[in-house]
């Protein structure tokens, strides 16, 4: 294996041959520790229960932040004000869902995940309780900024929480369901609101929303339990490479791509460890804990310095410089902005004529959008991870991050065309079902947008992924918040069809340049390896 380039992300995680009939294992990445308090060693029914709260929070949280697209009219006669000043509030919303994760993320680090969902939850609670007794646009928009700032963990954090229990060669498809969560909360959302605003008003929007909270609030505080774990040196993930030595060693076969606290080591010392780490772990191996109690912690005091940790605010400035973290950021934004400019558009297309319909047809419209982001999730998450260990084992073992990206070529494609459909047809006053299938294609790319953009970087900078994932929602939000902002005079001014138009010709070149990084993503991986390595240095620091 002496011969195979290693840079950032390239790990060998199929132990094997890609001959036929030949053994192959799979390597587990990270390495679990010997504690039997990490979450890496709990048993399936613990981590599919906690994959199961994050699911459920990330669902509420998405509808909680989407489902008001069915009553805008509604909004518009109580505060007696335009949709432009609905936007505002909408957009203002996005801008603090990806600022929040600047300093959650942080601060998870200190004093853990589980406090820092609790008491934004908290601030959810409050917000809903707000527009329950709203009565101007001052008191949406102010109560959408507590939204957004409490709902800002589900945008990041649930991913990272993931990370935290699952392997490599898992991830794909549990952050698979975790973006189904998503797009379900943010699909099934609409439809539930529509028929609770015939049958019980639009201010059960929000009574629902305060009640879904706080029994949420409640399952979190006595049964979610704290992932972060700080791992000892021997069990961190690929430890017997350094990115600084590019020779001979940085070829072995290790169980991860980057070494950034060894530097030097004598040959005894040296030949030991690589022969503990060729060998590795594989899937199967690792007894499992299973310790389960109920909770009752507000926060946990991890041993990481305050310093640190405000260094880590201004850490997304850093890593907005790497090609990768930029252009996932800039996709699965649009890919969240399309969305977006699609729901603050149906109410005020389907609501009037030809198509006339009620509220509670406006929230079935998003059944649509939701069996395709199902499809996309599927897709992009288990589909996408036997491609990726079956482009690995082709590759004698060795997988690279750009594998996943091959599920981006048909996302270019479906996506582009569901806007085209949507927008075009709508605006001609088409028969109602093609604007809608159009819908169906864009929660397709929704869904594979968001799973292989966090996939892709988790895979690509492990040893920063907490950044790195926080820098993407970041770029995400920002690009969702100036084109929900904009969206209503970009389509006063241009029209309907025309304004489609350019946001599929976007969305397909943005989504597309999924190419050039299947091409040259390892080469922007080695020219940014250095700039990782002192990154993931101090990320090691504050771990240890």
Wanted: hydrophobic letters at 45%.
């Amino acid at each position: 294996m002496s011969d195979y380039d290693v840079v950032p992300g390239t790990v060998y995680l199929v132990e094997g041959s890609r001959q036929a009939g030949a053994p192959r294992d799979i390597l587990l990445l990270p390495t679990p520790s010997s504690d039997l308090m990490d979450p890496l060693r709990w048993s399936k029914w613990r981590k599919a229960y906690h994959l199961f709260l994050l699911v459920a929070y990330s669902s509420l949280l998405g509808a909680l932040t989407n489902w008001e697209s069915v009553i805008y009219l509604n909004l518009t006669e109580a505060y007696r004000t335009p949709i432009t000043n609905l936007n505002i509030g909408q957009a203002i919303t996005l801008l603090l869902l990806g600022v929040g994760n600047v300093f959650f993320v942080p601060l998870s680090n200190k004093l853990g995940r589980r406090s820092i969902y609790i008491w934004t939850l908290v601030l959810v609670l409050a917000s809903e309780i707000w527009m329950i007794f709203s009565r101007s646009i001052g008191d949406y928009q102010g109560a959408h900024v507590i939204l957004g700032l409490g709902a800002a963990p589900f945008e990041a954090l649930v991913a990272i929480s993931i990370s935290d229990v699952y392997f490599a060669h898992e991830r794909g498809s549990k952050l698979g369901y975790y973006v189904f969560g998503l797009a379900f909360g943010s699909f099934v959302g609409p439809i539930c609101a529509g028929y609770m605003t015939v049958d019980q008003g639009w201010r059960w929007i929000y009574q629902w929303g305060a009640i879904l909270t706080g029994a949420l609030l409640v399952l979190f505080y006595f049964t979610f339990e704290e992932t972060h774990f700080v791992r000892s040196f021997d069990a961190q993930e690929g430890q017997v490479v350094s990115l600084e030595n590019v020779g001979d060693e940085q070829r072995r076969r290790s169980l991860g791509s980057a070494s950034l606290k060894v530097k030097e080591m004598d040959k005894d010392v040296g030949a030991e460890l690589q022969r503990e780490t060729t060998r590795g772990l594989i899937a199967g191996e690792v007894f499992e804990s299973d310790s389960w109690t109920l909770q009752f912690t507000l926060w946990k005091i991890f041993p990481h310095s305050w310093i640190e940790v405000c260094r880590e605010f201004y850490r997304p400035l850093q890593l907005s410089m790497f090609p990768a973290v930029l252009w996932c950021g800039i996709n699965y934004g649009t890919c969240v902005s399309w969305l977006a400019v699609m729901g603050t558009t149906i109410a005020e297309v389907f609501a009037r004529p030809p198509y006339l319909f009620s509220s509670s047809d406006l929230g079935l419209i998003w059944i649509f959008p939701m069996i395709g982001s199902l499809f996309g999730a599927y897709f992009s998450g288990p589909l996408n991870d036997r491609l990726t260990l079956y482009l690995s084992t082709r590759n004698r073992g060795w997988r690279e991050p750009e594998f996943r990206l091959w599920a981006f070529i048909p996302s270019a494609l479906i996506m582009p065309c569901g806007l085209v459909m949507y927008g075009v047809t709508s605006a001609h006053g088409l028969h109602w079902i093609v604007p809608i299938i159009g819908t169906g294609f864009v929660g397709f790319g929704l869904s594979v947008g968001g799973t292989v953009s966090i996939a892709y970087i988790v895979d690509c900078y492990k040893d920063i992924d907490t950044q790195a994932v926080t820098t993407i929602i970041l770029i995400r939000n920002i690009v969702g918040f100036a084109i929900t902002w904009g969206i209503q005079p970009w389509i006063d001014g241009m029209g309907q069809q025309n304004a489609f138009i350019l946001v599929g010709v976007l969305s397909f070149v943005i989504t597309g340049f999924a190419v050039v990084f299947i091409a040259f993503g390892k080469a922007f991986r080695r020219l940014m390896a250095k700039r990782y390595a002192g990154l993931a240095a101090e990320a090691a620091r504050m771990s240890g």
